[in-house]
């Protein structure tokens, strides 16, 4: 079964961290390109980062500097480290692998950053 599952997610307090995890199963992991999404309340999914097959990264300039993304393709799982959280960054934040046409989703896990 073709699936992305997201865990990791919870409530922090600003300036405090997380590190989300997505477990893909059912798909060649290592040759796709993995990358987190976020959605907040009244707002569209915008990217947060993406890494490449090859191990490229990219970030929304909002993150630079505060969020890491990595990945293990042993444990067919993509990671996001998150430091330095702000209120702002409260949303569902979701996991997602692209190869080819192929298009997944997970679910996506809940962050809430308030004190």
């Known amino acids: 079964q073709v699936q992305l599952v997201e865990s990791g997610g919870g409530l922090v307090q600003p300036d405090g961290s997380l590190k989300l995890s997505c477990a893909a199963s059912g798909i060649f992991f290592r040759f796709f390109a993995m990358g987190w999404y976020r959605q907040a309340p009244g707002k569209q999914r915008e990217l947060v980062a993406n890494?490449?097959?090859?191990?490229?990264?990219n970030y929304a300039d909002s993150v630079k500097g505060r969020f890491t993304i990595s990945r293990d393709n042993a444990k067919s799982t993509v990671y996001l480290q998150m430091y330095s959280l702000k209120p702002e960054d409260t949303a569902v934040y979701y996991c997602?692998?692209?190869?080819?046409?192929?298009?997944?989703w997970g679910k996506g896990t809940l962050v809430t950053v308030s004190s």
């Open positions: 890494i490449t097959s090859g191990g490229i990264t």
């Open positions: 997602n692998g692209r190869l080819a046409t192929t298009d997944i």
